[in-house]
Each structure stands twice: as C-alpha cells, then as structure tokens.
C-alpha cells in the first residue's frame, strides 16, 4: 500500500482569499477549531493509481457519495500539529516526523493507505507556506489537521481502494482557555476507550465516537475531561480524552502509563525527554487508581499534569469519580507542571535555543 516515488503538493492559490481585514478579525481572537484557513493540502489514492491529484489548493466542502466507507465504517485517521510563529516572523513545526510516523503507524492499524512520511511532512509545510498569513502570533498557532478518509463508495466491509487525505489548517489560541487554575478530571468507572489489541494506540475518530458519551458525563459531573481506566480491570490509568496523563512523585519521579492501549503522543514523549533537566526521573510504568488516590490523599503524588498538541501541559488539580472526589496537593498547579510547560512553549515559539533540533523551520518563500 506504500508508494515510493515522490510526492509533490503543488500550490494553486485559491482565487477567493480572505481579504486581510476579515482575516485580522479572525485572528484577533480565533478560540480552538472554528477559524479555518483558506486552502488545504490534498491527495487522493486509489488501489490502481496511488497517491495522486496532489496539491496545496482551495479549501471548500467535499463530495462524497453516500456509500463513501467513511460513513457507514469510520474508516478514518488524523493527525494534530502546530505551526510557530517565531520571534523573527518566521514559521516552524514541532517534531513534524513523529506524527508522520504516527500518521503511517494509524493507517496500517485502520488499513488506509499509507502516506509516505515525507510526503505528510511535505503537505502540511506546504499548507503553512500557502497560509503564512494565518499563522497568528503567540500564544496562539496554527493548528494543522491532516486526515485520511475512506471515499470509496461501497458497502461491504472491506479496507476502501480509494481514499483521500487532506491537511486542514485552523488559528488557534489555548484549548482550554480561562481554566490556568487546572482542570477537574471525571474517573471513568464503567466506559472505556481502548482494549488491548483494539485501536487506542492508533489516532482514529472511532476512538473519539466511542469517548464521547465518558466526556458527556464528565461534563455532568462538572469535570473538564475523563480520565480512563483500562478495559479489563478498570483499575489502571490510561489517559485522558485527548491528552497523556504525567504523575509528579514527593521522591522525584515522572510517572507515566506506559504505551500500549494509549496514544503515544509527541508531547508525551518529549516531556519524557526534558525531565531530566528538571530534576525528575521518566518512568513508564502501570499505575491503578488506587495508587493515584492513595498518593494524592499522603502527598506522595505531588502534581498531575496532561499532555497534548492542543493542550499543551495542563494542569490537574482534581479528581471525581463515582466513589468519590480528591484534590491533587494543594488543589492547584504544581512547580514541575508549570516549568515544563514554559519550557516547551518556549521551544515551540523559539524563545530558547534548541539543541534537541526539534523545532523544524518552514520556508515560507
Ligand atoms: C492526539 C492525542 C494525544 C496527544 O498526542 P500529541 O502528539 O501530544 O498531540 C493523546 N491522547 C489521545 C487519545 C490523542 O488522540
């Protein structure tokens, strides 16, 4: 399913651009995933041909027959990254290979076609370099959304042989915006998200469709997101909806659950990689809810914190579940949480040198 030749995203700038004053409006205060830029990276595969039709062009609404495979079987990929406005006015991406990886990874476990890792990295610097204009300034970015779809129309059940991938681009500030003070995180008892040999390592909107009702009743118990459970004992962390979950440990340990049945997200791992330096030792290893309650309860956990493209690191400061609720050391943000995330954010938006060459620079001419 893998091509191997090249795959070039040629920029035909769309004839209806947003005319610079709206686009400052927009700009001016974009909130998360409802501000979409004027273009978009795409491709279209089929069994016979390939990756082929590519291109940086006009973004308007697709056709889809009503049996495209997508719709009846959810066969379905993407990605989240960002584009940095940098304090010389340049643009760069962080860690854009790791998702191209991830993106190859997510395909073969949904058997989509698998996009060349070059390619996914060529498309979405592609889309920025055609939307520079969008990137905003910080802390705001542009949130880059690429995505495979099963277009097929047919409907046995079957991997489609056509398929289309699209980069979408959306100025965005911080996802949970007004909520510094840290977020309340529902303990899901009952729902899970992922089973082993499932698909919760692959990044699917399935996963997403089968979370939904878990947030649902996070959000009616007053909590921002859901914390999961594993599928089998509903005893051990996994994660959060959209975002890794970091325990800080009173002897200096960063705990995290490790890879499996969770997401193996970019953020996850390079905070993983920074601790160091911050005094902590990365441990990837299971931890039950009991450990977190009972460690939260003597103060031998010290911080939670969640990771994500759009989420950064934020903060938990709280806990509930159906057996109760508990707070996190003093109820807010801890030392650790808010020094790795200025850390990151100041790799990510090229306030501080970056050794680990991170950071990946967009020509934007
Ligand atoms: C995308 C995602 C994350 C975060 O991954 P990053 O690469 O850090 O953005 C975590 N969990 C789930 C379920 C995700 O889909």
Same mark, same amino acid.
């Given at each position: 399913?893998?091509?191997?030749?090249?795959?070039?995203?040629?920029?035909?700038?769309?004839?209806?651009?947003?005319?610079?004053?709206?686009?400052?409006? /927009?700009?001016?205060?974009?909130?998360?995933?409802?501000?979409?830029?004027?273009?978009?990276?795409?491709?279209?595969?089929?069994?016979?041909?390939?990756?082929?039709?590519?291109?940086?062009?006009?973004?308007?609404?697709?056709?889809?027959?009503?049996?495209?495979?997508?719709?009846?079987?959810?066969?379905?990929?993407?990605?989240? /990254?960002?584009?940095?406005?940098?304090?010389?006015?340049?643009?760069?991406?962080?860690?854009?290979?790791?998702?191209?990886?991830?993106?190859?990874?997510?395909?073969?476990?949904?058997?989509?076609?698998?996009?060349?890792?070059?390619?996914?990295?060529?498309?979405?610097?592609?889309?920025?370099?055609?939307?520079?204009?969008?990137?905003?300034?910080?802390?705001?970015?542009?949130? /880059?959304?690429?995505?495979?779809?099963?277009?097929?129309?047919?409907?046995?059940?079957?991997?489609?042989?056509?398929?289309?991938?699209?980069?979408?681009?959306?100025?965005?500030?911080?996802?949970?915006?007004?909520?510094?003070?840290?977020?309340?995180?529902?303990?899901?008892?009952?729902?899970?998200?992922?089973?082993?040999?499932?698909?919760?390592?692959?990044?699917?909107?399935?996963?997403?469709?089968?979370?939904?009702?878990?947030?649902?009743?996070?959000?009616?118990?007053?909590?921002?997101?859901?914390?999961?459970?594993?599928?089998?004992?509903?005893?051990?962390?996994?994660?959060?909806?959209?975002?890794?979950?970091?325990?800080?440990?009173?002897?200096?340990?960063?705990?995290?659950?490790?890879?499996?049945?969770?997401?193996?997200?970019?953020?996850?791992?390079?905070?993983?990689?920074?601790?160091?330096?911050?005094?902590?030792?990365?441990?990837?290893?299971?931890?039950?809810?009991?450990?977190?309650?009972?460690?939260?309860?003597?103060?031998?956990?010290?911080?939670?914190?969640?990771?994500?493209?759009?989420?950064?690191?934020?903060?938990?400061?709280?806990?509930?579940?159906?057996?109760?609720?508990?707070?996190?050391?003093?109820?807010?943000?801890?030392?650790?949480?808010?020094?790795?995330?200025?850390?990151?954010?100041?790799?990510?938006?090229?306030?501080?040198?970056?050794?680990?060459?991170?950071?990946?620079?967009?020509?934007?001419?």
């Amino acid at each position: 399913m893998t091509t191997s030749a090249p795959v070039a995203f040629p920029h035909v700038p769309t004839p209806h651009p947003t005319p610079d004053a709206q686009r400052a409006g /927009l700009l001016a205060d974009p909130g998360f995933g409802r501000v979409f830029t004027d273009h978009v990276a795409s491709a279209t595969w089929t069994a016979e041909l390939g990756w082929h039709d590519t291109g940086v062009r006009a973004s308007e609404p697709l056709s889809l027959h009503p049996a495209a495979a997508v719709l009846h079987y959810a066969q379905e990929i993407f990605e989240g /990254l960002k584009a940095y406005r940098q304090p010389d006015g340049s643009v760069a991406l962080f860690r854009p290979a790791l998702n191209a990886a991830r993106f190859a990874r997510s395909a073969r476990r949904l058997a989509l076609p698998e996009l060349p890792e070059q390619a996914f990295v060529d498309a979405v610097a592609g889309l920025v370099r055609a939307d520079a204009a969008w990137v905003p300034e910080p802390p705001a970015s542009l949130y /880059l959304r690429p995505f495979t779809v099963a277009t097929e129309a047919f409907l046995g059940v079957r991997a489609a042989e056509e398929a289309r991938f699209l980069v979408t681009a959306s100025p965005a500030g911080p996802l949970f915006a007004g909520r510094d003070a840290g977020l309340t995180l529902w303990i899901s008892e009952e729902l899970s998200r992922a089973a082993p040999g499932g698909t919760g390592d692959a990044k699917c909107g399935g996963n997403y469709a089968a979370g939904l009702a878990a947030q649902s009743l996070a959000r009616a118990h007053d909590c921002d997101q859901v914390l999961f459970l594993d599928a089998r004992e509903h005893r051990w962390l996994e994660e959060s909806g959209t975002m890794n979950v970091l325990l800080v440990t009173a002897d200096g340990e960063l705990v995290t659950p490790p890879l499996g049945t969770i997401l193996d997200g970019v953020t996850r791992r390079s905070v993983l990689e920074l601790v160091a330096d911050h005094g902590l030792t990365a441990v990837e290893r299971p931890v039950s809810v009991e450990e977190l309650r009972a460690g939260c309860a003597d103060g031998s956990i010290t911080e939670v914190f969640a990771t994500g493209t759009a989420a950064v690191i934020s903060p938990i400061v709280a806990f509930r579940s159906a057996t109760g609720a508990f707070t996190v050391g003093a109820g807010t943000p801890g030392p650790h949480t808010l020094a790795l995330r200025t850390e990151l954010l100041d790799i990510q938006f090229g306030r501080v040198p970056d050794p680990r060459g991170w950071r990946v620079p967009v020509a934007l001419t």
